[in-house]
């Protein structure tokens, strides 16, 4: 599964902005990220298992707010964050 990461994530991906990973739903791939990368779940789902309200995550570009999302192969998840300021 081809990952996109946002920015945001940098100090824990080193960088990376693709990753593949594996996983059958939304909430495994997150599980791998953050076996990959500690750390990074937690900056994208709070405790109670959502999605963190300044964060987007997109399935072949169709908006995915639920962890139980189911994913194929060939799929792609973008990890969007907002931006703010003013």
Excluded: C, K, W
Aim: aromatic residues 4%; without cysteine; proline residues 8%.
């Amino acid at each position: 599964m081809r990952v996109r990461l946002p920015s945001p994530l940098d100090d824990y991906t080193g960088g990376a902005r693709e990753v593949d990973l594996p996983g059958r739903d939304l909430g495994e791939v997150l599980a791998a990220l953050d076996a990959r990368f500690p750390g990074s779940r937690f900056r994208l789902v709070d405790e109670q298992g959502r999605v963190r309200p300044h964060i987007r995550v997109f399935v072949n570009a169709a908006t995915a707010d639920d962890l139980r999302e189911p994913l194929g192969p060939g799929d792609e998840v973008m990890i969007v964050a907002a931006l703010s300021g003013g």
